[in-house]
């Protein structure tokens, strides 16, 4: 048995947390904001799972007490039940930890970790192998619907950030313009300088950018809707990498002539076994997805731990393109396979 990996997750939103314990659902935000706040990380289920290449490994997914906004409104605090969340892998005897929704977005995108824990505990943020599933799920719609990239602009939104800059590098070559959007110009600047192509515009308007662009790719440390149905254009394809989803439910709702797909679903190669489920819940109450479903984030946290890779692999906010291509490779020779998967109205943003 090789591991134990470990995976850090947490609500994503007020409700994601209902969703989750339908009991807490006549208590507010704010109430529920300040208790949360109290309450130490914990393993939410154990997983066992064999590749293709007959690799069994077992890993503990361990939930970090806070909602995405608190991530972001306080560091100091979510950078303490990272470290707390971190000893009880160790405790556990994992050997990797892997970063999921907003763990990764603070402590300079894991390097703080890394730092704190030195060769005690390996991290990684997933980045390398959540670029590789959406570039390829995109390139399966485009190919289904017969469309080439060269025709086609595109607004990358959060392109300074670890997996918008990395998806920015990749693509700019092949579509006809690319969108760059964030909201800090100092960074869109040094982007625009080190990727040098006269195809690629840098912009703070998200607006503009999707107005003029067939397909959007999002991928912000923004935990609320920031995608509205007036800002895309008829046929517009969104790749919505956020999590929480920036892709507003107006979208999902008004807009049938826009394919929303979630960023980064991959189908594990064989049906999982699940332990100690907290609260007796389902995988798919905890996660928000299908038994033998998981986000790339996840999957390459596991990848890493069937090939014995103990290292920091995607950390910090400069993605090495030769990872992105290692990960693809080595998850599809364990029968990892990317999934093309509509966002549903699930509540998840918000
Ligand atoms: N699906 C998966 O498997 C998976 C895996 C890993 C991560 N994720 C998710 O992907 C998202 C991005 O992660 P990351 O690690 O790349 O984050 P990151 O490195 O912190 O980058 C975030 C980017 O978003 C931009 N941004 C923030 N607020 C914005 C706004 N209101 N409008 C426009 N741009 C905005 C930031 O630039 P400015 O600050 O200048 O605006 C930056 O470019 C997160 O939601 C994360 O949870 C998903």
């Known amino acids: 048995m090789k591991g134990p990996f470990a995976f850090f997750i947490h609500p994503l939103n007020v409700k994601d947390l209902y969703r989750v314990i339908p009991s807490l659902q006549n208590k507010s935000l704010e109430f529920l904001e ?31 007490p806070l909602l995405s906004k608190q991530f972001i409104e306080d560091e100091k605090l979510a950078m303490n039940k990272l470290i707390k969340g971190s000893n009880l892998a160790i405790k556990f005897g994992a050997k990797i930890v892997g970063l999921g929704a907003f763990t990764s977005i603070v402590g300079k995108a894991g390097m703080n970790l890394v730092k704190n824990f030195g060769g005690t505990l390996c991290f990684t943020s997933g980045a390398s192998y959540t670029v590789a599933s959406c570039l390829e ?7 289904r619907r017969k469309l080439d990239k060269r025709s086609l602009n595109v607004a990358v939104i959060g392109a300074t950030g670890a997996i918008g800059k990395a998806i920015t590098k990749l693509i700019v070559k092949d579509y006809k313009k690319v969108f760059a959007v964030a909201r800090n110009k100092t960074r869109l600047n040094v982007l ?7 195809n690629l515009f840098i912009s703070t308007d998200i607006f503009n950018a999707c107005m003029n662009a067939d397909v959007v790719i999002t991928a912000t440390s923004n935990p609320y809707e920031i995608i509205f149905p007036q800002y895309l254009k008829k046929g517009a394809i969104v790749c919505d990498i956020s999590m929480p989803h920036n892709t507003s439910e107006e979208v999902l709702k008004n807009r049938k002539d826009v394919l929303v797909i979630e960023g980064g679903v991959i189908e594990l190669p064989s049906e999982p076994t699940f332990r100690r489920l907290f609260n007796d819940l389902s995988w798919n109450d905890i996660v928000g997805f299908p038994e033998n479903n998981v986000l790339a984030c996840m999957a390459e946290t596991i990848v890493l731990t069937a090939e014995e890779r103990y290292e920091n692999y995607s950390i910090g906010r400069n993605i090495d393109e030769n990872k992105i291509l290692e990960i693809n490779h ?18 998840r943003t918000g």
Do not use: W
Request: no cysteine.
């Open 34 to 64: 300040s208790v949360i706040k109290f309450i130490d990380p914990f393993v939410a289920v154990e997983m066992e799972i064999e590749t293709t290449l007959k690799e069994k490994i077992y890993g503990m997914f361990i939930v970090i």
């Open 330 to 347: 080595l998850a599809k020779k364990h029968g990892f396979k990317v999934k093309m998967k509509e966002i549903e109205m699930i509540s």
């Open 137 to 143: 799920i995109l390139d399966d719609v485009f190919n």
């Open 192 to 198: 625009k300088n080190e990727v040098r192509a006269d």
